[in-house]
């Protein structure tokens, strides 16, 4: 079991930088894999970007390489969202979500643990 705190979200410009973050508890976070998924107004969860257990590999969605990074620290079970060059299409309320598995993966249903949200708005 893992529980999973957003925080980080907030209204910015267009073109500004916002860092989330998510705590997880339990003392077994290094062997869960990581992702950030989105969801707009009236419009599907989508999958933003993935990273492996240890932190070496990452998986990022089209519409976010470059601007976006995903990283963890697994010495203080946390995972972070770096976003930059932030667009008003960015708005949405952003999940964290872990799963207990080997591969980086798309699909919100093959998480099995979810965070509560933190909204983001960016404004033009």
């Known amino acids: 079991q893992v529980q999973l705190v957003e925080s980080g979200g907030e209204l910015v410009q267009a073109g500004g930088s916002l860092r989330l973050s998510c705590a997880a508890s339990?003392?077994?976070?290094?062997?869960?894999?990581m992702a950030w998924f989105r969801q707009a107004p009236g419009k599907e969860r989508e999958f933003v970007a993935a990273?492996?257990?240890?932190?070496?590999?990452?998986l990022h969605t089209d519409s976010v390489k470059g601007r976006f990074t995903i990283s963890r620290d697994n010495a203080n079970n946390t995972v972070y969202l770096q976003m930059d060059s932030l667009k008003p299409e960015d708005t949405a309320v952003y999940f964290c979500?872990?799963?207990?598995?080997?591969?980086?993966?798309?699909?919100?249903?093959?998480?099995?643990?979810w965070g509560q949200g933190t909204q983001v708005t960016v404004a033009s």
């Open positions: 990273i492996s257990r240890s932190g070496t590999h990452t």
């Open positions: 339990g003392r077994t976070f290094s062997s869960y894999i």
């Open positions: 979500a872990a799963r207990g598995d080997f591969s980086l993966g798309r699909v919100a249903a093959d998480y099995n643990y």
